[in-house]
Nanobody
Framework: QVQLVESGGGLVQPGGSLRLSCVAS????????MGWYRQVPGKQRDLVAA???????NYAPFVKGRFTISRDNAKNTVYLQMDSLKPEDTALYYC???????????????WGQGTQVTVSS
């Protein structure tokens, strides 16, 4: 059984910063791309940022220059440093990871339960 657990969300004022963390645990052989998505009620879930196992990154245009994704492969952890936060960044942030659970199995996507980020004065 594989689990992704996010932490670090909360309430922050505009212009402030937060750092999200997501730890993968359980039966894991290898973790490939890890990423962060966000969703507001009534809208689709959007990609925020993704990072490959080798460290290559991809950002949504609306966070480029403000957010930084990183990962620690030894700890099965992905981070999202969010700076210069805006009210429109308010959303439920989800961690995603493409994981191979066993040496002879294929990989599939796993999701965390989400962590709320609220940007408001």
């Amino acid at each position: 059984q594989v689990q992704l657990v996010e932490s670090g969300g909360g309430l922050v004022q505009p212009g402030g910063s937060l750092r999200l963390s997501c730890v993968a645990s359980g039966s894991i052989f290898s973790i490939y791309t890890m990423g962060w998505y966000r969703q507001v009620p009534g809208k689709q879930r959007d990609l925020v940022a993704a990072i490959s196992r080798g460290g290559g990154t991809n950002y949504a245009p609306f966070v480029k220059g403000r957010f930084t994704i990183s990962r620690d492969n030894a700890k099965n952890t992905v981070y999202l440093q969010m700076d210069s936060l805006k009210p429109e960044d308010t959303a439920l942030y989800y961690c995603n990871a493409q994981i191979r659970a066993t040496i002879d199995g294929g990989s599939k996507p796993y999701w965390g339960q989400g962590t709320q980020v609220t940007v408001s004065s």
